[in-house]
């Protein structure tokens, strides 16, 4: 009778803890942007949480310790709509639970070059259901979109918006690199606020000197860019070197998209001291 199960009604993150050997730690990357974003789900569906920011990142930091983790893992938070109630569908008369497991985790994507395809399914706009939001119900466009590409032989689907710009892949933001710049969809084009998409910006700017415009991006620009990446938790920065049949570039990882890869492989490992800051450690008992 779980709500949540039957609507959709609770809000998720995926947050990755990445295995450092020499450090002897799992460090989870921005673990308290992604518990904000969490937080800002839950007050949009009526969730009631009673753990501030700071004290999910505890709790998840112990969690992990105590599961004695000496792997990359997965953690995944979910606040979600607990009544065992049909037939309501008013947030404000249900209660909420919170639940947080860690798996081990590997490779997302399956692959390090993407083959993707334009999915035929369109991106939720804002008014329907609002993307900037890990809402569970939510998924089930990308899972089609996903499950469409996947059968097709693609190894991604790009969504586009309802008014047919480029919006993002089914759990990834989008790149583009053209003419020395990078171009990624702005926040009001319905993409998830990505905290992966944050750091490349930043480190492109400060870290390349690379000049990073945030506006919506017409399909055709995606075929006749110099590189195309996807970033995202699950799946790190992931060069896209084909798209409907078409190479991208070259039809290699581009210099701009090694780059960046390379400089966020080592930053959330832990091994990059200047972004340190954004590893929270968790030692395996
Ligand atoms: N877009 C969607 C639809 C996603 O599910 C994800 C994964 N959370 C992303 C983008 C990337 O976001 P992040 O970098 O915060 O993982």
Redesign the pocket.
């Known amino acids: 009778m779980t709500h949540a199960l039957h609507y959709g009604t609770g809000v998720f993150e ?1 947050i990755r803890g990445n295995w450092n050997e020499e450090q002897g730690v799992v460090n989870i990357f921005r673990l308290r942007e ?1 518990y904000e ?1 969490l937080l800002r789900g839950a007050r949009l569906l009526m969730l009631n949480i009673p753990y501030s920011a700071e004290e999910l990142c505890d709790i998840t930091v112990e969690l992990v310790e105590r599961n004695e983790h000496s792997q990359d893992i997965y953690i995944r938070p979910l606040v979600y709509k607990s009544a065992e109630m049909v037939a309501n569908l008013k947030l404000q008369d249900l209660e909420s639970d919170f639940t947080l497991i860690t798996v081990p985790f590997g490779n997302y994507l399956g692959s390090d070059l993407l083959r993707c395809c334009t999915s035929s399914w369109r991106r939720v706009d804002d008014p329907m259901i609002p ?1 900037r939001l ?1 809402i569970c119900g939510i ?1 089930v466009n ?1 899972i089609l979109a996903k499950t469409e590409a996947t059968l097709a032989g693609f190894d991604e689907a790009i969504i586009l918006n309802h008014d047919g710009h480029v919006c ?6 989008l790149f583009v690199v053209s003419d020395g710049r990078l171009i990624t969809p702005s926040l009001e084009d319905n ?7 944050d750091t490349v910006i930043q480190l492109a700017q400060s870290e390349l000197g690379l000049d990073v415009l945030e506006r919506s991006i017409d399909r055709s620009e995606l075929y006749l860019a110099d590189e195309v990446f996807l ?5 790190h920065l992931t060069p896209v070197v084909e798209l409907d049949h078409r190479p991208i570039g070259d039809g290699n990882a581009g210099p701009v998209s090694s780059k960046l890869q390379k400089m966020y492989f080592d930053i959330v490992v832990g091994r990059t001291e200047k972004y340190r800051h954004w590893c929270t450690p968790a030692s395996p008992r």
Request: aromatic share 4%; hydrophobic share 25%; net charge positive.
């Open positions: 995926g992604h974003r993307a890990k998924y990308s993002e892949g089914s759990g990834e933001n993409v998830l606020p990505g905290i992966t998409r970033t995202g938790t699950a799946a």
